[in-house]
């Protein structure tokens, strides 16, 4: 191949990527946005506090689904309200 040959190649392809940018920079071809994200919100299936299945004796449906809880001793449920009192009182002392 010759040096003139190499030397075309390279002068048409610069022509064809002068032409690309001038299409761009003009703004004739629109650029798809990104596309939006699959999925739903919440919690993955297969976590393991999710839901749990339990037997039901029904003629119709034989499973159903629970959701399940771990219980809260006494001395949380007092921390959270003493939190959350105090959270209502720091809130309204700001506002006054």
């Not at 191949?1 to 190499?6: L, N, T, Y």
């Not at 990527?17 to 946005?33: D, E, H, I, M």
């Not at 506090?49 to 449920?77: D, G, I, N």
Request: without cysteine.
């Amino acid at each position: 191949m010759a040096i003139a040959d190499v030397i075309g190649q390279i002068d048409a392809e610069i022509a064809k990527l002068q032409q690309a940018k001038a299409l761009l920079s003009s703004g004739a071809v629109s650029v798809p946005a990104a596309p939006a994200v699959k999925g739903k919100r919440g919690r993955p299936k297969g976590s393991k506090s999710a839901v749990k299945a339990v037997a039901v004796k029904a003629p119709t449906k034989t499973v159903a689904t629970k959701k399940t809880r771990k219980p809260l001793s006494a001395e949380a449920r007092k921390r959270i309200a003493d939190a959350q009192k105090a959270r209502w009182a720091k809130a309204k002392k700001a506002g006054q």
